[in-house]
């Protein structure tokens, strides 16, 4: 039997390639918003259903249908190098950025209540798709950054703090759509 492989004609033509670009309030491909900043490590977008399982008595296994999706999680994660007080500020959702001096931005937490968690209005990655000439996008809506902001400074390289923003429902807008959506080439 002659080895067996996923390659055929067109798989060159369905790479995503590259580590892409994170961008804030995305609008279109070609006015995507604003960049997130430099990364390194690349980025993972993650999609975790939840189910509910209903076992039934007296058959050998699972059966189709005692399966039933009840929710989803959608996380964007990725390790930031570089900074300034506008990322950092989306970085950690209960901050505010005001002056502190002439030199001198303060970022700084403010009170702990629903009105100061920063929600942003979303988060999209824009990579390449080998072949097209036009991005896959993938948008989270509502995110909050939910890891805890650390900046790890090494000898001879930069810094660098991983990044996890989770979306979210807005009820204003309803349940009836998922907080995400994947744009992908025609």
Known sequence: MAR???IAAATYDKLLLDSGGIYTDF???????TLLGATRGGSVFKRLPTYKDTPYEGVP???VGQKHLVG??????????SFDTDNLNK??????VTSYDANYNKIEATEWDA?????????AILAQLSGKTIPVIIILD?????KDLSLAFKDKSEAASKWLFSAFYDEATGFSSP???ILWPK
């Open 91 to 96: 970085a950690i959702p209960n901050s505010a």
């Open 4 to 6: 067996q492989h996923g």
């Open 72 to 81: 989803e999680a959608v996380t964007l994660e990725t390790t930031i190098i």
């Open 142 to 146: 509502n995110p909050i950054c939910e």
């Open 61 to 63: 296994g699972q059966v």
């Open 27 to 33: 609008v279109t491909p070609a006015a995507p918003g």
């Open 115 to 123: 009105d100061a968690v920063h929600v942003l209005n979303n988060i």
């Open 179 to 181: 907080p995400w959506r």
